[in-house]
């Protein structure tokens, strides 16, 4: 059986597929942040938010720096760019989607008054 490398966009996704990696990489929106002040907010040992980061680097979401025995981790946003265009095509999708499903029920609500109406108004009586 051949093994294949998962192509960059899927290690991209597979790193944005966890809360906490996702949560890294707002802080990192905010501001460099060493391992330390990475996994401080999470409830969990500074070597399960290494493999955290590792993820991260792996997919290139971030870049580590080593200061002595300081990491410093700085944002990629290449990658997110990256994602984002990935998922415009289903943007494009759910926006037509959503834009028809529109059409379909003011046409329907149009039809309804329509019936409302002539049901409503007063049949001429025979004597």
């Known amino acids: 059986m051949v093994e ?31 391992v330390s002040e990475l996994a401080a907010p999470h409830p969990m040992s ?26 410093r981790c700085h944002l990629e ?9 990935e998922l415009g095509f289903y943007e494009q999708f759910w926006t037509s989607s959503l834009n028809t499903l529109d059409r379909l029920l ?5 039809q309804e008054t329509e019936s409302s109406r002539t049901t409503s108004d007063p049949q001429p009586k025979d004597d």
């Open 4 to 34: 294949q490398r998962p192509s960059y966009m899927d290690e991209v996704f597979q790193a944005l597929s966890d809360s906490t990696r996702r949560q890294m990489l707002r802080d990192l929106a905010a501001s460099d942040r060493t």
């Open 46 to 71: 500074l070597a399960a938010a290494s493999k955290h980061i590792r993820v991260l680097e792996n997919a290139g979401l971030i870049r580590r720096e080593v200061e002595g025995r300081t990491h």
């Open 77 to 85: 946003a290449g990658p997110l760019a990256a994602a984002h265009d």
């Open 106 to 110: 003011r046409e329907e609500a149009a």
